[in-house]
């Protein structure tokens, strides 16, 4: 089985120019993502954060924390003290929450909306039709700065059925940039797992989020 290294430098080098890689580190433990980091990962996304709060006791804060998770809102006050990025906000419930608390502490919390692109009732994230709406209300607070998209996509065994799921995310992401909305800068559009990162690329991601092909399968040494 080849090693976290390995894998790591097989990913950066196949990788587009301008495409990130993050290495999706659920579960694992803080010396895997050293590991990683060592072989040349710049971005951790971590689900909790509790998991994240012990990984960078370890790892330190040389890299980027994103948060990739459900974000619950008793979780926020500590999640805008160690994360660099937010990429699940999904509702402006929880945007508000987020402005409340980064406004407490003086800082701008860099966010990403994500997208349900499969409209899965019993999944978190906006549906794609609402998007544009929850994007124009988040733009209005002063301590939230919007950065792009996020999608998952509905988990299927055929990465190809993702496609249609990434295309609609891209096209959303062309719209807010078309329209132009004040104080957001649409760098990312985080896209795609192990499964279905090069069809997620093809669709225009600039941002992976690789766990089980960096670490291997979860609960395996």
Request: charged content about 30%; aromatic content about 6%; glycine content about 8%.
């Amino acid at each position: 089985m080849s090693s976290i290294k390995e894998n790591v430098k097989a990913l950066l080098a196949e990788l587009p120019p301008g495409v990130e890689l993050e290495a999706a580190a659920k579960g694992q433990p803080p010396e895997k993502i050293l590991e990683a980091v060592e072989a040349g990962i710049k971005i951790i996304g971590e689900n909790y954060v509790q998991e994240a709060m012990i990984a960078q006791a370890v790892v330190g804060r040389s890299v980027r924390w994103h948060f990739i998770g459900h974000l619950q809102k008793n979780k926020v006050k500590k999640a805008i003290e160690i994360f660099d990025l937010i990429e699940t906000v999904d509702s402006l419930d929880l945007a508000l929450e987020i402005e409340k608390r980064a406004a407490a502490t003086s800082k701008i919390m860099p966010i990403l909306i994500e997208v349900n692109s499969g409209r899965e009732p019993q999944k978190f994230g906006v549906w794609p039709e609402k998007v544009i709406d929850l994007a124009t209300e988040i733009t209005k607070l002063p301590h939230l700065k919007l950065l792009g998209l996020m999608t998952m996509g509905p988990l299927t065994g055929d990465p190809e059925e993702a496609r249609p799921y990434f295309r609609e995310t891209r096209l959303l992401f062309e719209e807010l940039k078309r329209i132009n909305l004040p104080n957001c800068e649409l760098r990312y559009l985080s896209m795609g797992m192990s499964n279905s990162y090069k069809i997620a690329l093809e669709e225009g991601a600039n941002l992976i989020r690789i766990g089980t092909r960096i670490f291997g399968p979860r609960g395996k040494k």
